[in-house]
């Protein structure tokens, strides 16, 4: 294990030095598209702005005979397209696979200075952090990208789950975790065979009321374990956490619903798989108005935070305080990106 003297050191002579803290940049919805996708691709320059993050997918959901077109599709869309202050990532292969030391040294050597993330699946230790932040450091130096590259892990084996702090802290360049419910489901052996969301059959049932009485049936969430885990693993580390993908695209009330229990367990963004699904990240991951107002409302009346006062019959102190300060902070970081959000703030606020 390296010495903490030497954690923010570069792993490559002539690499950027490794950044001291992730930077909060709004990453409300990761837009997934396949880049060897001509369609797809196409739909991108219109895609950008409506977007926190476009991210290219190299790994699955490409077809094997696909993916030398999906990277160098992304290497072509990287270089001509302006994604304004709309963050580009990438999701490359597995470490196990035949495509994914081409698709480092390809992305890196070639855009890396376009590159804000790179997403590494089906991370199970850090181990495997190691390999990629070492490799991306003498990548870096030989193309002489001036930024560090930041890594995002997907938790999507048991394996993984277990090691999730070591993850979380395995480098500087360790951005952020997502949820990968699909492959994780495999990986333990779960009956699901769906992309997230529920199951009809996890349930809670109500106590028997008497003779012939129907018991209502209660769903529970099936990811509440790994998200809560990987919500500590990263605010633990300083990194941000993130609910993966919802794969059933026409169920558009019960991908709001799954987003937004990851929201309010503390995850900054979710994934976009369909265009459909954009919107109600954007809604999701950004603090309502009501909330926004309600928070500033009691940060206003707290003065120094400390102490105990009433406000409309509830009670307020220093822990209430600090909570409406993670929303009010949010809000003016999200705002600062969203004009139609820094509106609807400012209006809630004046009611
Ligand atoms: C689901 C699919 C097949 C439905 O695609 P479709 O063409 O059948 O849908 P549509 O409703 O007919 O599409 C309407 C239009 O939108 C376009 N379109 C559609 N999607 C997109 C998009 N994302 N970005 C930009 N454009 C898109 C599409 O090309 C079409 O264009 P057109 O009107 O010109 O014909 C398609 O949306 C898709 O391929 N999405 C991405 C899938 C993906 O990336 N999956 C991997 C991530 S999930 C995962 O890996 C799991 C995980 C974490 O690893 C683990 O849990 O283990
Ligand atoms: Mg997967």
Redesign the pocket.
């Known amino acids: 294990m390296r010495s903490p003297k030497d954690f923010f050191r570069p792993l490559a002579v002539g690499a950027p030095a490794p950044v001291r803290e992730v930077p909060f940049r709004p990453s409300r919805m990761i ?4 880049p060897g ?1 001509e ?2 691709a ?3 320059p219109a ?1 950008a702005p409506t977007v926190d993050v476009l991210l290219g ?1 190299l ?4 077809a094997a005979d696909r993916k030398e077109a999906a990277r160098s599709g992304l290497v072509s869309i990287a270089r001509t397209t302006d994604f304004g202050d709309t963050q580009l990532w990438t ?1 490359v292969n597995s470490l196990d696979s035949p495509w994914v030391l081409d698709d480092l040294v390809t992305l890196v050597t070639e855009i890396g200075d376009k590159l804000d993330v790179i997403m590494v ?2 991370v199970e230790g850090a181990e495997d952090i190691h390999y990629v932040d070492r490799l991306l450091a003498q990548l870096e130096a030989k193309a002489g990208v001036q930024r560090p590259i930041l890594v995002h892990a ?1 938790l ?1 084996t048991a394996t993984g789950v277990a090691n999730v702090e070591e993850i979380a802290g395995a480098s500087p360049r360790m951005q952020g975790i ?9 990986s333990r052996r779960m009956k699901t065979t769906r ?2 969301g529920g199951h009809p059959g996890y349930l809670v049932r109500e106590d028997p009321r008497g003779e012939d009485q129907p018991r209502a049936t209660y769903q529970q969430d099936l990811w509440h374990y790994t998200i809560a885990r990987m919500v500590d693993a990263c605010a633990a580390h300083g990194i941000l956490p993130y609910y ?2 919802f ?1 059933d ?1 026409r169920d558009t009330v019960a991908c709001e619903d799954q987003f937004r229990n990851a929201f309010l367990l503390g995850c900054v963004g979710a ?6 699904q954009i919107d109600i990240a954007k809604k999701v991951f950004s603090p309502a108005p009501a909330d926004v107002a309600w928070a500033r409302k009691v940060i206003a009346a707290m003065g120094d935070g400390t102490g105990a006062v009433m406000i409309d019959g509830k009670m307020q102190d220093d822990a209430t305080y600090k909570q409406c300060q993670v929303v009010a902070r949010l809000a003016d970081e999200l705002a600062a990106r969203d004009p139609e959000l820094a509106d609807a703030y400012a209006a809630a606020e004046k009611e």
């Open positions: 837009h997934f598209f396949d996708n369609k797809m196409a739909k991108v895609i997918n790994e699955d959901a490409v999701r699946p089906k997907i999507e997502s949820l990968g419910p699909a492959d994780l489901a495999a992309v997230g993966g993908p794969g695209i994934w976009s798989l369909h265009p459909v």
